[in-house]
C-alpha cells in the first residue's frame, strides 16, 4: 500500500487548499481514512476522519468548521477541503487508512501546508 498526499502549499491566513489522498496498492473504498497532521515539534495528529461509505465523518475540535473531508470511491482519493487557515495549521499533513481507529498503512511523504500570517 502506497499513499500519497498532496496540495500542500504556502497560503496566507484566511486562505484555502484542498488536499488528495491517492492510493495504489489498495482500494480505499474498502476502509475508512484520516487525515493527520505533524507541526513541528509535535506529534501527529488525527483531524479528519471519514467512514468507508462516507456516512460518519468526525473532526478534531481544533478544525471543526473549517475543514471537510470528502472521498470520491471511484476515483480511489480522499480529500481535506480547508478553509479559513490559520497559521497554527502549519504542518505536515498525511492520509492512512483507519483500521479498528488507527492508522495501519505506511506513512507517506506527507504534503506540507504552511499559512502565513
Known amino acids: 500500500v502506497q499513499l500519497q498526499a498532496s496540495g500542500g502549499g504556502l497560503v496566507q491566513a484566511g486562505g484555502s487548499l484542498r488536499l488528495s489522498c491517492a492510493a495504489s496498492?489498495?482500494?480505499?473504498?474498502?476502509?475508512?481514512m484520516g487525515w493527520y497532521r505533524q507541526a513541528p515539534g509535535k506529534q501527529r495528529e488525527l483531524v479528519a476522519r471519514i467512514s468507508s461509505s462516507g456516512g460518519s465523518i468526525n473532526y478534531a475540535d481544533s478544525v471543526k468548521g473549517r475543514f471537510t473531508i470528502s472521498r470520491d470511491n471511484a476515483k480511489n482519493t480522499v480529500y481535506l477541503q480547508m478553509s479559513s487557515l490559520k497559521p497554527e495549521d502549519t504542518a505536515v499533513y498525511y492520509c492512512?487508512?483507519?483500521?479498528?481507529?488507527?492508522?495501519?498503512?505506511?506513512w507517506g511523504q506527507g504534503t506540507l501546508v504552511t499559512v502565513s500570517s
Open positions: 492512512n487508512l483507519l483500521r479498528l481507529g488507527a492508522a495501519s498503512a505506511p
Open positions: 496498492g489498495c482500494t480505499l473504498s474498502s476502509y475508512s
